[in-house]
């Protein structure tokens, strides 16, 4: 396995134990705005590397591990950690800009990075599966990953957990530009599952501006 990939996952399971075991630890690095805008930045990525519980980290390294290869092929190491950050931020920023007047909103988890991850995966092999070990036949992945933002809208419209549901979209946001940028024939020899994977964002934003979110 790729030495970044296993430094990524080692570090967002270090990380998450700690928080776990260490409510002060996890309140000192979390997504939370009021601590944010005060200037406490270095939140929008920490809280990247902080988890729910178990199976929330699990989800998040489960999708990780599945994903990452394609990315790493295809474009490499740099590439790879270009895509992770830089979608790791933009989930961050795109919370802070949905919900900058909400001092006291708080948010964790690696999703915007991993999906970016996801999304950069998809436009690079879009004709490939994913097995889940609760459904026996293949998943095509741009099935899992369309199913996983719409069940992120659902996250931030029932707003009952502090999972960072609205980083999500950024993430994928980052992750679909980055590699598009990186990868501009795709826009013609991809055109389809482009045009596929922007549904869920475009559905957000059109939520986000009639004000049902």
């Not at 992770?84 to 931020?89: I, N, P, T």
């Not at 879009?126 to 099935?143: K, R």
Request: hydrophobic share 50%; glycine share 10%; charged share 10%.
């Amino acid at each position: 396995m790729n030495t970044f990939l296993i430094s990524i996952i080692a570090a967002n399971v270090i990380f998450s134990f700690t928080g776990f075991n260490d409510t002060s630890f996890f309140r000192k690095y979390e997504f939370h705005i009021g601590s944010i805008r005060a200037g406490e930045q270095l939140r929008m990525l920490t809280s990247g590397f902080l988890h729910a519980d178990i199976g929330h980290l699990f989800f998040n390294m489960f999708t990780l591990f599945a994903f990452a290869p394609v990315v790493l092929s295809y474009l490499g190491d740099v590439s790879f950690l270009l895509i992770y950050f830089g979608s790791l931020v933009c989930g961050s920023l795109l919370t802070l800009i949905f919900h900058k007047d909400d001092y006291n909103y708080r948010a964790i988890g690696a999703s915007g990075a991993v999906t970016g991850i996801l999304y950069a995966a998809i436009l690079l092999d879009p004709d490939m599966s994913l097995y889940l070990y609760f459904i026996p036949i293949p998943i095509p992945a741009y099935v899992f990953g369309i199913g996983y933002l719409l069940y992120s809208i659902y996250g931030m419209k029932s707003k009952s957990d502090n999972i960072g549901h609205t980083a999500h979209f950024g993430g994928a946001i980052g992750g679909y530009l980055i590699t598009l940028i990186k990868e501009p024939e795709m826009l013609t020899e991809n055109t389809l599952m482009v045009v596929l994977l922007a549904i869920p964002i475009v559905l957000l934003f059109g939520l986000a501006k009639t004000g049902k979110l």
